[in-house]
């Protein structure tokens, strides 16, 4: 099955200041990524997604690119501020309609705790 | 439009009693999904659902586990008897097809096995 690593586990950076948040992944037809934001004790939301035709998108402060020959995807936040505070899971999904059954639910990265320090 | 519904939203018991999970999705869903968050970790799925049929349960503990969506809306997990390991974050989320792949979470419920 597919398998996610995401790296680092905790990132600090000073308000104003770049994260990136780096994903790789395993399984070649997954074709969908989404990045969620949670809060403590509340739920993931989803904060942006890429597909694996498109090798980058960008949401105002927010930013996703996709390798997909080396099966790594990446988060980029800009002018980060204190309300970005939070753990981001990366997670990659693959439609297994038509390729032999099985889930076609996320699978997550173990997350990376962002704080940005005032 | 209204998010997945979760109730309880916490819940406490001891090892080895029993504790059932309720989800409601948006409505028009036909996918819902149960997954496990252990502290410190991304959620895990337990178990897919498509309609009132199961797509995928192939990550549910299945001795102590058991989940149903008799009507192809609301969905129970249950678990019987309770490990202190399964203390987690049950989550339920629900996309609009198999194909869609956006998928939206519920608030959670929190158990604390003791």
């Known amino acids: 099955g597919e398998n996610v690593e995401q790296h680092p586990s905790t990132l600090s950076v000073q308000e104003g200041d770049s994260a990136v948040i780096k994903c790789t992944y395993s399984?070649?037809?997954?074709?969908?990524f989404p990045w969620y934001k949670q809060e403590l004790g509340k739920r993931p939301q989803l904060i942006i997604d890429?597909?694996?035709?498109?090798g980058e998108k960008k949401d105002q402060r927010i930013a996703v690119t996709l390798n997909k020959t080396a099966k790594h995807f990446s988060l980029h936040i800009t002018e980060t501020q204190p309300e970005d505070s939070a753990v981001y899971f990366c997670?990659?999904?693959?439609?297994?309609?038509?390729?032999?059954?099985?889930?076609?639910?996320?699978?997550f990265g173990k997350g990376t705790h962002l704080i940005i320090q005032p | 439009e209204a998010g997945v519904a979760q109730s309880p939203r916490y819940k406490i018991i001891e090892k080895r009693q029993s504790v059932a999970f309720w989800c409601n999705p948006i409505?028009?869903?036909?996918?819902l999904y149960w997954y496990q968050q252990i502290l410190g970790q991304g959620p895990k799925l337990l178990i897919q659902?498509?309609?009132?049929?199961?797509?995928?349960d192939s990550q549910l503990p299945k001795d102590r586990f058991s989940a149903e969506r008799l009507k192809g809306v609301d969905s129970t997990l249950k678990i019987q008897p309770a490990k202190l390991e399964d203390s987690a974050v049950y989550l339920c989320a629900s996309s609009y097809d198999r194909g869609q792949e956006t998928q939206y979470f519920g608030p959670g419920t929190r158990l604390l096995v003791l």
């Open positions: 399984d070649s037809a997954s074709n969908y």
């Open positions: 997670a990659a999904w693959t439609f297994r309609r038509y390729t032999g059954g099985g889930a076609d639910g996320l699978t």
């Open positions: 659902f498509q309609n009132n049929g199961v797509v995928d």
């Open positions: 890429i597909r694996s035709n498109v």
């Open positions: 409505s028009g869903h036909a996918t």
